[in-house]
């Protein structure tokens, strides 16, 4: 059995120094002053002088080592004695060999699979509790954000498709309703119900703002008024008289 021991750096590796210093003001306000996290780099030591962490390369695994608390890249923070693992030295170079297997290099992302996640991964196949939650919480917080990105962005292509797919059901019942009305042979009681005039009125009616559809009853009065109208004209108009055609033979 042996200590399992996390080795936390400030990440000053940037190439100004201007960012660098922004850095540092950021991890001393942040996780010194209130205690919510940081910008930082992590490795863990087990078994020997060396620590294990993960880092960003084109090819090859993305799993290296270098001296405890030496990393030329950033600025080193301070030490956490994790806990005891069980494993044995030989147990442990076997999951450093299947580490190096499924961490490659090229598979590195600031988000979402950084050396915080790789010595969470580590400790958690050594046994031993995952990092503190301040370690890494810029990075979740960050990654959080962009899932609320994503999601955002699909919910709203949804909505606009299912808004445009149920304008097109609506166009298509209200024409089918239109064409089906005029199609529609007429009753024996109210001959106009059926006509193509009388249909286009009520759906003019009916999508107007505010306006209702005439009552059965008032439709009938207007019925009956037109037939009155008509049979005036009629006895008032004189007879047209027949024509006929005289053949000779």
């Known amino acids: ?30 996780k010194d002053g209130i205690g919510l996290g940081g910008i930082f780099h992590s490795a863990i030591q087990v078994y020997g002088e ?3 962490s993960f880092g ?79 370690v890494n919480r810029f990075a979740h917080a960050g990654d959080a954000a962009m899932e609320v990105a994503g999601n955002t962005a699909i919910r709203f292509r949804q909505a606009k498709t299912e808004i445009v797919s149920a304008s097109k059901v609506a166009y298509r019942f209200l024409a089918g309703v239109t064409n089906n009305a005029i199609a529609a042979p007429e009753s024996t009681g109210n001959s106009t119900r059926g006509t193509p005039k009388f249909q286009a009125a009520w759906f003019k009616n009916l999508i107007t703002t505010g306006a209702k559809p005439s009552s059965s009853t008032e439709i009938e009065n207007k019925e009956e008024d037109v037939l009155r109208h008509h049979q005036q004209s009629d006895a008032e108009s004189p007879p047209r008289q027949k024509s006929y055609t005289w053949r000779t033979t």
């Open 56 to 134: 960003f390369c084109e090819q090859g695994s993305g799993v290296f080592s270098c001296p405890s608390g030496k990393n030329p890249m950033y600025t080193y923070r301070e030490c956490i004695t994790l806990g005891t693992t069980a494993c044995s030295i030989f147990k442990v170079n076997q999951i450093l060999r299947e580490l190096s297997r499924e961490w490659p290099g090229y598979s590195y992302d600031l988000l979402s699979k950084n050396c915080n996640h790789f010595c969470d991964e580590f400790s958690e196949r050594l046994g031993v509790p995952k990092l503190p939650g301040w």
């Open 1 to 30: 059995m042996t200590e399992v021991v996390l080795h936390i750096y400030d990440v000053t590796n940037s190439g100004s120094d201007k960012t660098n210093s922004t850095i540092l003001q950021i991890n001393k306000i942040f």
């Open 50 to 52: 060396d620590e294990w």
